[in-house]
C-alpha cells in the first residue's frame, strides 16, 4: 500500500511517502505537487520499495530542487546509477 501525507508550513510542503511506490502513483504525486504552490519536500523515510519509474521520477524531480529527504540508501544508490547511465548515453 502507497500512502502520501501533507504537511504544509509558511514557506515549504512536505510530502511524506510511505509504502511500496510505483509507476502507477506517480500521477497522483503530480497531482499533490502541483496543487501546492510552495517549495516541495518528499520525505522517503518510510518508502519500503519503488519501481525503475519511481526512480527516474524522483530523480526529475531533484533535478528541479525538490529535496529529497530521508532517502534510503538503495533509492540513493539507484538514482546515482540512473543519472550515470543517462550521462554516459
Avoid at 501533507?6 to 511500496?20: F, P
Avoid at 511506490?21 to 523515510?45: A, N, T, V, Y
Avoid at 540513493?76 to 543519472?83: C, D, G, I, N
Wanted: overall charge neutral.
Amino acid at each position: 500500500m502507497f500512502r502520501i501525507e501533507t504537511d504544509s508550513h509558511a514557506r515549504d510542503t512536505v510530502l511524506r511517502l510511505s509504502g511500496w511506490m510505483q509507476s502507477r502513483h506517480i500521477p497522483e504525486l503530480k497531482g499533490e505537487i502541483e496543487g501546492s504552490g510552495r517549495k516541495i519536500i518528499l520525505d522517503l523515510g518510510k518508502v519500503t520499495l519503488v519501481d525503475r519509474e519511481v526512480v527516474r521520477f524522483l530523480g526529475a524531480c531533484a533535478a528541479k530542487g525538490m529535496e529529497l529527504r530521508d532517502c534510503p540508501s538503495y533509492i540513493q544508490l539507484w538514482l546515482a546509477s540512473e543519472k550515470n547511465s543517462d550521462s554516459s548515453a
